[in-house]
């Protein structure tokens, strides 16, 4: 197998280059993501057979056209390298042939390439002194609408324009299709060999290619992988398989040509032959970690460690669900990896990439890998994006997706105007034994009024101002809906749903805990929800950490951290009493041995690496070291330390800016702040003190501390 060692930094689309005159590979923007997300997902394979994803998938532009106009102070020679058939006009003059070197002439002159590619996406890499390719060039497909990196409206079409799509493809040598991922050697930690057979043991959950060293003989090796021991030995039901015909009269090595998931690999071979050891080529997108923390509970700390990993391995071409099964990019699992990203990774790259890839191209035709929620989800991966980076450019650039998306969802309402599944919708929420999907339910209607306010947002940020009205009356209509319609005074909660215009009896967590994270309560309302739903153990309980995330968000929003610390070692900690090196789809104490394994109908269906598992990412980060941003890109920020029963915590979370640093104990803060007005708030039983420090009181033993730009503080305190 050809093996490709790229050691990249990805930065974020359309970036303007850091160098002056610095090439790079330019393509129609959102178009390599679509690429090459096609072909990450169809890499799933199901013991051994293809196993596609079950939603529409785009394509790539075929035929693009660049351009840009230069300003050439001296006539310059011109290296062309081009993914596709091209021509090449200098002012509108063809050049024949396939030239790899042309000649610009001095003076002000337009170079024009056009590209024809159907395999790979059409792009280019233009390289001379002054004349290069960077994210300034103008694109179209062919539907004379310019795109640039200006964001105004263009003069040729009366269109808005966007930018030309780049990441850092610098090198000629490594156009976009040869992207890959890095890989490094590793060796197992235990092998078990009997006659025919090794039992590979690699430690913890990974991911990559297995590689079988000394392969010699005739005859046939199969390799079972597994995330346990019982999968990888249960040859007959475990969920991914290679075998392989050898016919190898002097020993060679083999990789396997798709990577796998597993801790466990049982090799079985033919007694004709011999294999003489078994190793593997971990896959990764290098990408280094900004945040931490660490704390007075090692128990905690393990947390946090195992969720990290849990979080990388996860962290791919795109963030995708889990490495064993799916391995497809998912919008709700997404969402909550685009949160965890900005307390660990802060790479803004991964979001965008992830976010085109899931949108696709017009016209819309479905939601979201078919899910209703999935499609809100993504609305709210945007809104906080642009929140934790301040990034206008990618909303200017895509807003037009945006619309179109939105459009669909309101044409799909039903006749009270609310959302409800029509043939073709899923109506998702949450993996729960019972979980009505009927009528009109409460939580979707709740992630519409979000996604909503949403798109008021970014039409104000596009200069959109009839846009932006039409949205915030839909938003302000349907919140007072919602309330309207679901609120029950006697039950102080949102019933589930609505069905034949009528409330259900069935009050659930889902939208009562997004209710309070989107602060849509008032403040007898939240009470009222905190008692009588999230502390209510009569209330259906939440068995997936997909929905424990929204669920500990929502009691950590209401002061409840050591409750949620509790939770979290309650939860997380079981899966760890369990053996676990990474964290499981789901998990249900209740269950016993190999139980632990099955779903979906197959005792070795659940991931046991799966990306939402790795909450407590944020958790920690946002609710106990308590760092958040108040306005884009942490213009001002808030740090609010909650030690929820821990004697001592000390971590970072990243900013564009930097990196805010935290300790707290119960009678020392410690803060390092980065650029942007930040502020310190923290409770205690005596007003905080420090060298020159104001102190700002705000009741209820609540006390406000300006950080300044850049600055460390530290403030003694007694805590609650």
Same mark, same amino acid.
């Given at each position: 197998?050809?093996?490709?060692?790229?050691?990249?930094?990805?930065?974020?689309?359309?970036?303007?280059?850091?160098?002056?005159?610095?090439?790079?590979?330019?393509?129609?923007?959102?178009?390599?993501?679509?690429?090459?997300?096609?072909?990450?997902?169809?890499?799933?394979?199901?013991?051994?057979?293809?196993?596609?994803?079950?939603?529409?998938?785009?394509?790539?532009?075929?035929?693009?056209?660049?351009?840009?106009?230069?300003?050439?102070?001296?006539?310059?020679?011109?290296?062309?390298?081009?993914?596709?058939?091209?021509?090449?006009?200098?002012?509108?003059?063809?050049?024949?042939?396939?030239?790899?070197?042309?000649?610009?002439?001095?003076?002000?002159?337009?170079?024009?390439?056009?590209?024809?590619?159907?395999?790979?996406?059409?792009?280019?890499?233009?390289?001379?002194?002054?004349?290069?390719?960077?994210?300034?060039?103008?694109?179209?497909?062919?539907?004379?609408?310019?795109?640039?990196?200006?964001?105004?409206?263009?003069?040729?079409?009366?269109?808005?324009?966007?930018?030309?799509?780049?990441?850092?493809?610098?090198?000629?040598?490594?156009?976009?299709?040869?992207?890959?991922?890095?890989?490094?050697?590793?060796?197992?930690?235990?092998?078990?060999?009997?006659?025919?057979?090794?039992?590979?043991?690699?430690?913890?959950?990974?991911?990559?290619?297995?590689?079988?060293?000394?392969?010699?003989?005739?005859?046939?090796?199969?390799?079972?992988?597994?995330?346990?021991?019982?999968?990888?030995?249960?040859?007959?039901?475990?969920?991914?398989?290679?075998?392989?015909?050898?016919?190898?009269?002097?020993?060679?090595?083999?990789?396997?040509?798709?990577?796998?998931?597993?801790?466990?690999?049982?090799?079985?071979?033919?007694?004709?032959?011999?294999?003489?050891?078994?190793?593997?080529?971990?896959?990764? *997108?290098?990408?280094?970690?900004?945040?931490?923390?660490?704390?007075?509970?090692?128990?905690?700390?393990?947390?946090?460690?195992?969720?990290?990993?849990?979080?990388?391995?996860?962290?791919?071409?795109?963030?995708?669900?889990?490495?064993?099964?799916?391995?497809?990019?998912?919008?709700?699992?997404?969402?909550?990896?685009?949160?965890?990203?900005?307390?660990?990774?802060?790479?803004?790259?991964?979001?965008?990439?992830?976010?085109?890839?899931?949108?696709?191209?017009?016209?819309?035709?479905?939601?979201?890998?078919?899910?209703?929620?999935?499609?809100?989800?993504?609305?709210?991966?945007?809104?906080?994006?642009?929140?934790?980076?301040?990034?206008?450019?990618?909303?200017?650039?895509?807003?037009?997706?945006?619309?179109?998306?939105?459009?669909?969802?309101?044409?799909?309402?039903?006749?009270?105007?609310?959302?409800?599944?029509?043939?073709?919708?899923?109506?998702?929420?949450?993996?729960?034994?019972?979980?009505?999907?009927?009528?009109?339910?409460?939580?979707?209607?709740?992630?519409?009024?979000?996604? *909503?306010?949403?798109?008021?947002?970014?039409?104000?940020?596009?200069?959109?101002?009839?846009?932006?009205?039409?949205?915030?009356?839909?938003?302000?209509? *349907?919140?007072?809906?919602?309330?309207?319609?679901?609120?029950?005074?006697?039950?102080?909660?949102?019933?589930?749903?609505?069905?034949?215009?009528?409330?259900?009896?069935?009050?659930?967590?889902?939208?009562?805990?997004?209710?309070?994270?989107?602060?849509?309560?008032?403040?007898?309302?939240?009470?009222?929800?905190?008692?009588?739903?999230?502390?209510?153990?009569?209330?259906?309980?939440?068995?997936?950490?997909?929905?424990?995330?929204?669920?500990?968000?929502?009691?950590?929003?209401?002061?409840?951290?050591?409750?949620?610390?509790?939770?979290?070692?309650?939860?997380?900690?079981?899966?760890?009493?369990?053996?676990?090196?990474?964290?499981?789809?789901?998990?249900?104490?209740?269950?016993?041995?190999?139980?632990?394994?099955?779903?979906?109908?197959?005792?070795?269906?659940?991931?046991?690496?799966?990306?939402?598992?790795?909450?407590?990412?944020?958790?920690?980060?946002?609710?106990?070291?308590?760092?958040?941003?108040?306005?884009?890109?942490?213009?001002?920020?808030?740090?609010?330390?909650?030690?929820?029963?821990?004697?001592?915590?000390?971590?970072?979370?990243?900013?564009?800016?930097?990196?805010?640093?935290?300790?707290?104990?119960?009678?020392?803060?410690?803060?390092?702040?980065?650029?942007?007005?930040?502020?310190?708030?923290?409770?205690?039983?005596?007003?905080?003190?420090?060298?020159?420090?104001?102190?700002?009181?705000?009741?209820?033993?609540?006390?406000?501390?300006?950080?300044?730009?850049?600055?460390?503080?530290?403030?003694?305190?007694?805590?609650?």
């Amino acid at each position: 197998m050809k093996k490709v060692f790229i050691l990249f930094m990805l930065i974020s689309l359309g970036a303007e280059l850091s160098a002056q005159n610095k090439a790079t590979w330019i393509w129609y923007p959102g178009d390599f993501e679509v690429w090459l997300s096609n072909k990450m997902q169809n890499r799933r394979t199901e013991r051994g057979s293809f196993f596609p994803p079950f939603w529409r998938m785009d394509n790539h532009y075929v035929l693009i056209d660049f351009h840009k106009v230069f300003d050439v102070p001296s006539e310059e020679q011109v290296e062309l390298y081009v993914e596709g058939q091209f021509n090449v006009k200098i002012d509108g003059k063809g050049i024949s042939g396939y030239p790899r070197t042309i000649t610009m002439p001095a003076g002000k002159h337009k170079l024009s390439l056009k590209v024809f590619c159907q395999d790979r996406v059409p792009a280019i890499f233009v390289k001379g002194k002054t004349v290069v390719s960077d994210s300034s060039w103008l694109v179209t497909y062919e539907d004379k609408e310019w795109i640039d990196a200006s964001g105004k409206a263009s003069d040729q079409s009366g269109t808005n324009w966007l930018s030309a799509g780049s990441w850092n493809f610098d090198s000629p040598s490594v156009p976009p299709s040869k992207f890959a991922l890095a890989t490094a050697p590793q060796s197992p930690v235990k092998v078990e060999k009997v006659a025919g057979s090794l039992l590979v043991d690699f430690g913890k959950e990974t991911f990559g290619f297995i590689r079988l060293k000394g392969l010699k003989g005739n005859g046939r090796v199969s390799v079972y992988y597994g995330e346990s021991k019982e999968e990888a030995l249960a040859t007959e039901t475990c969920e991914t398989l290679d075998h392989l015909e050898i016919n190898a009269p002097v020993k060679k090595d083999s990789v396997m040509n798709l990577t796998k998931a597993f801790r466990f690999v049982n090799v079985k071979y033919d007694p004709d032959v011999s294999i003489d050891s078994v190793s593997m080529l971990y896959e990764y *997108l290098p990408v280094a970690d900004r945040g931490d923390f660490r704390c007075s509970d090692a128990e905690i700390n393990r947390i946090y460690d195992v969720s990290k990993y849990t979080f990388h391995l996860n962290t791919r071409e795109f963030f995708i669900d889990g490495i064993k099964r799916d391995r497809w990019i998912w919008s709700g699992d997404a969402y909550q990896s685009y949160l965890m990203n900005y307390y660990l990774l802060f790479d803004s790259p991964s979001v965008t990439r992830t976010l085109l890839a899931l949108r696709g191209k017009d016209p819309v035709s479905s939601h979201i890998n078919t899910i209703m929620d999935y499609t809100f989800y993504w609305f709210l991966g945007i809104s906080d994006y642009y929140l934790y980076t301040g990034d206008k450019k990618f909303i200017e650039q895509f807003y037009p997706r945006m619309q179109s998306l939105m459009e669909f969802c309101l044409s799909r309402r039903n006749g009270d105007g609310l959302m409800e599944g029509l043939p073709g919708d899923w109506v998702f929420i949450d993996w729960a034994d019972g979980l009505s999907k009927q009528g009109a339910v409460s939580f979707e209607q709740l992630l519409l009024a979000r996604s *909503l306010e949403t798109m008021a947002t970014c039409s104000k940020i596009v200069n959109d101002p009839e846009g932006a009205a039409k949205y915030e009356k839909l938003a302000s209509s *349907l919140k007072a809906k919602i309330f309207a319609t679901y609120w029950s005074e006697q039950k102080q909660a949102l019933v589930h749903s609505l069905v034949a215009g009528k409330q259900t009896e069935n009050v659930t967590r889902y939208a009562n805990m997004f209710g309070i994270f989107f602060d849509y309560f008032n403040e007898q309302q939240k009470q009222g929800v905190k008692q009588r739903v999230l502390l209510n153990d009569k209330i259906q309980k939440i068995t997936t950490p997909y929905m424990r995330f929204y669920e500990l968000e929502a009691l950590c929003a209401m002061g409840e951290q050591k409750h949620v610390l509790r939770e979290m070692k309650d939860y997380w900690g079981g899966m760890l009493k369990l053996g676990a090196t990474s964290f499981w789809e789901e998990y249900n104490p209740s269950k016993k041995g190999a139980e632990h394994y099955a779903m979906y109908g197959r005792p070795f269906g659940k991931s046991l690496c799966h990306a939402w598992g790795a909450s407590p990412l944020y958790l920690l980060g946002k609710y106990y070291l308590g760092v958040k941003p108040l306005s884009p890109g942490y213009a001002s920020y808030v740090v609010e330390p909650v030690l929820g029963g821990l004697k001592w915590m000390d971590g970072k979370v990243p900013t564009p800016a930097g990196d805010v640093k935290v300790y707290c104990s119960t009678k020392e803060i410690r803060v390092q702040g980065v650029a942007g007005a930040g502020v310190l708030r923290i409770k205690s039983k005596t007003k905080p003190s420090g060298d020159g420090l104001e102190v700002k009181p705000l009741g209820n033993q609540l006390y406000e501390i300006g950080i300044g730009q850049n600055k460390a503080i530290t403030v003694r305190y007694s805590a609650l």
